[in-house]
């Protein structure tokens, strides 16, 4: 059973940082591909960022590109979300994201609120 559990969102000004972390149960080695995920209220989810196991190659979202930085740490089994220059546009919740084979696993999300 994986289980995943975010943390670190909460109410920001637009402007500030936050870092969000994803506690995975057991070693992230196991996943090719690890990533954040967001949801507007009335929209759909949406890839925010992606990092490869192996080799750490990451992948983001041109709206988040030179603001956001998505890391792991192996030894802890966690992935971070560096999230820089805020925009009230990024306020979601957001989920991550751990890949196996043909399954997906998600956390519970965290809120992310941004005001301006």
């Known amino acids: 059973q994986v289980q995943l559990v975010e943390s670190g969102g909460g109410l920001v000004q637009a402007g500030g940082s936050l870092r969000l972390s994803c506690a995975a149960s057991?070693?992230?080695?196991?996943?090719?591909?690890m990533g954040w995920y967001r949801q507007a209220p009335g929209s759909q989810r949406e890839l925010v960022a992606t990092i490869i196991s192996g080799g750490g190659n990451t992948n983001y979202a041109d709206s988040v590109k030179g603001r956001f930085t998505i890391s792991r740490d192996n030894a802890k089994n966690t992935v971070f979300l560096q999230m820089n220059s805020l925009k009230p546009e990024d306020t979601a919740v957001y989920y991550c994201n751990a890949k196996l084979a043909l399954d997906n696993y998600w956390g519970q999300g965290t809120q992310v609120t941004v005001s301006s």
């Open positions: 057991g070693s992230i080695f196991r996943f090719p591909a």
